[in-house]
């Protein structure tokens, strides 16, 4: 296991471009995320790259990962933890390739075992499942049952359940076995963002009450 996933707990994702993405974030850490990914679609490339080099400091200063979803090059350029790669992102090996040993590698697999299965073995650092529920962000994102956090815990890796995850439901995906509940709306939707982080947070017993 990569040493930089020993502690489960809240996964933050951000939720694009806003005003107050620092500010956000940092309530996010504030209320226990153990890890943050900067998500951002748009093709702003000198915003983006401001925005995540801002959080790489804020991260750090947490002592909490940064990981870029889907951009290689942007996550080398400001010298990120890791970074995460969908279905149809460039190849987990071109990612290593460029980002190094001791990066943070996360995938999505959506509601396929076979699939993790075969990015276990090339090498990846994570395994996200879901949508586990049905996702304001991707509405019409695959599903994905519950059973298959059990069935992949054989593989070693930290497994992340993604998709629709809200307080009221997170609870039954940490008990098949979700070492990280990875979350956009519920949290960056959240008129209170820290509350919503602590929330997440003390449904993992180990990170509950971690000082901040």
């Known amino acids: 296991m990569h040493p930089k996933l020993r502690s489960p707990g809240l996964y933050a994702i ?3 471009p806003r005003d107050d993405l620092l500010a956000a974030v940092a309530q996010a850490l504030d209320g226990g995320a153990r890890l943050v990914q900067y998500r951002d679609k748009t093709a702003d490339h000198a915003r983006r790259q401001a925005e995540a080099t801002a959080l790489r400091q804020l991260c750090a200063s947490h002592g909490v990962p940064l990981i870029i979803n889907d951009d290689i090059q942007l996550a080398v350029a400001i010298q990120a933890d890791g970074v995460h790669l969908g279905e149809h992102d460039p190849a987990l090996a071109a990612a290593r390739a460029a980002l190094g040993a001791q990066a943070i590698i996360g995938v999505s697999c959506y509601d396929s075992l076979e699939r993790a299965h075969d990015l276990a073995a090339g090498g990846a650092d994570y395994l996200a499942f879901g949508a586990f529920f049905p996702s304001p962000t991707k509405p019409l994102a695959r599903r994905a049952a519950p059973e298959l956090l ?39 939707g959240a008129a209170d963002v820290r509350a919503a982080a602590q929330t997440f947070t003390d449904l993992y017993p180990s990170a509950a009450g971690t000082p901040r």
Do not use: E, H
């Not at 815990?153 to 497994?159: E, H, I, N, T, Y």
């Not at 609870?171 to 990280?180: E, H, K, M, N």
């Open 14 to 16: 951000t939720d694009g």
């Open 150 to 188: 059990r069935q992949s815990a054989a593989l070693g890796l930290p497994r992340v359940a993604i998709g629709g995850i809200t307080p009221d439901n997170a609870g039954s995906l940490v008990d098949a076995g979700a070492d990280y509940l990875a979350v956009i709306s519920a949290l960056f």
